[in-house]
């Protein structure tokens, strides 16, 4: 009675193993999403009762898509920039919208060895609170009484895609600070 037992236990247990690897083997070629990430960002969307809660999606969207070229703490290496001086591009005249275009759009200078991908493919929500993050971490100070991006910010500037060569002439300073050479 005691291998009856045991066998019938051995074989529960096997038929489970093969039915949960079978159910999560469909769950993945159908693309099964338990948590939509649009769903999941709404709930960072302000709203009237409630401010813009950027500083956890910033972090988390710098670590996902900032930290590879830009570096842990925003110092950069090699082709690719520091982020130090970010709150001054942002407090010159055009630099707020600047900012914006440059990670809809991408750049591409030859002040830099490497191009920066375009970011537009994030959402309002998320590309907002990147930049929030880059503008108050890595001895980024924005001015004060200057308001930090909000979504709606982002969403006003999406329209006609920009060549990364265009976004550079965008950059306050003029393409020839921009570009590296020297004004007379």
């Known amino acids: 009675m005691r291998h ?21 083997a469909w769950m993945r070629s159908a693309q099964l999403v338990l948590s939509d990430e649009y ?32 570096g842990g703490e925003g110092q950069g290496w090699d082709q690719y920039p520091g982020l130090q001086d970010t709150a001054r591009l942002f407090a010159a005249p055009g630099g707020r919208e600047y900012l914006v275009e440059l990670h809809l759009h991408g750049l591409t200078s030859p002040r830099w060895g490497a191009p920066m991908p375009s970011m537009g493919h994030l959402p309002d929500v998320e590309l907002a609170a990147v930049l929030n993050h880059v503008l108050t971490h890595f001895g980024n100070t924005p001015p004060p009484g200057t308001r930090l991006y909000v979504p709606a910010d982002i969403a006003a500037l999406r329209g006609p895609k920009r ?20 004004v007379n």
């Open 39 to 70: 769903a999941t960002l709404a709930r960072y969307e302000p709203t009237p009762e409630h401010q813009f809660e950027w500083r956890e999606v910033g972090e988390h969207a710098y670590a996902s898509n900032c930290r590879n070229c830009h």
């Open 4 to 24: 009856l037992v045991a066998n019938i236990a051995t074989y529960t247990i096997a038929a489970l193993l093969i039915l949960g690897s079978a159910l999560f």
């Open 163 to 182: 060549s990364p060569w265009e976004v550079n002439e965008l950059r306050p300073g003029g393409a020839e600070e921009a570009s590296g050479r020297t």
